[in-house]
């Protein structure tokens, strides 16, 4: 649950100094860039949660 708050914090943060400092946010502007994002993430949680399972 801390890994939870502590992503969410910092992406947070992330996109407040973007904003607040004017720079490009550090994300893909298109759709498929967006989704390809997604499914890193998916994966990367997805492979942690079977590997959390198996120790």
């Keep these: 649950m801390n890994d939870l708050l502590i992503s969410l914090a910092l992406g947070l943060g992330i996109g407040?100094?973007?904003r607040w400092f004017?720079?490009?946010l550090p994300a893909p502007p298109k759709l498929v860039g967006a989704l390809l994002v997604?499914?890193?993430t998916?994966?990367?949680t997805g492979?942690?949660?079977l590997l959390?399972?198996?120790a």
């Design 38 to 40: 997604l499914s890193i």
């Design 42 to 44: 998916l994966g990367f």
């Design 52 to 54: 959390r399972g198996a």
């Design 16 to 18: 407040v100094a973007c």
């Design 47 to 49: 492979v942690d949660h």
């Design 22 to 24: 004017d720079l490009p």
